[in-house]
C-alpha cells in the first residue's frame, strides 16, 4: 500500500529525492513519516509530517533534508541534500501513526518494502 522510488547511488554531498506513492485510507496518511534501516542497525525515524505539513526531523538530518507531500496526489516525499556516507541506508516511509513517538518503528502500521540510498 506504500510504494516507495527514487534511491540509488550518489556521491557525497550530491542530492536525492525519494517518492512514496500511498495507497491507504485519507485516515492512515493524516501522518506520514520516513524511515531508515542501516545494515545491522536498527529501523530509525528521521522525519515526519502531517497533513497541515506540520513537520517533525531528528538531529541528523534537520537542515540537509527535507519532508513533503502532495495531498492530491497521495505522495511523501524526502528531498536530501549534502548526503554523507552514514546516509547509507534502506529507506521506508509509513503511515497510519497510533499517535505515540512518531520515530519509533511500532508507532506506524503501513509500510513500502525500502528503496536503497548509497552515498560514497
Known amino acids: 500500500q506504500l510504494v516507495e522510488s527514487g534511491g540509488g547511488s550518489v556521491a557525497a554531498g550530491e542530492s536525492l529525492t525519494l517518492s512514496c506513492a500511498a495507497y491507504?485510507?485519507?485516515?492512515?496518511?493524516?501522518?506520514m513519516a520516513w524511515f531508515r534501516q542501516a545494515l545491522g542497525d536498527e529501523r530509525e525515524g528521521i522525519a515526519a509530517?502531517?497533513?497541515?505539513?506540520?513537520?517533525q526531523y531528528v538531529d541528523s538530518v534537520k537542515d540537509r533534508f527535507t519532508i513533503s507531500r502532495d495531498n492530491a496526489k497521495k505522495t511523501l516525499y524526502l528531498q536530501m541534500n549534502s548526503l554523507k556516507p552514514e546516509d547509507t541506508a534502506l529507506y521506508y516511509c509509513?503511515?497510519?501513526?497510533?499517535?505515540?513517538?512518531?520515530?519509533?518503528?511500532?508507532?506506524?502500521?503501513?509500510w513500502g518494502q525500502g528503496t536503497q540510498v548509497t552515498v560514497s
Open positions: 509530517i502531517d497533513s497541515t505539513g506540520y513537520t
Open positions: 509509513a503511515a497510519g501513526w497510533n499517535g505515540v513517538s512518531w520515530a519509533l518503528r511500532p508507532s506506524w502500521r503501513y
Open positions: 491507504t485510507s485519507s485516515s492512515a496518511r493524516h501522518h
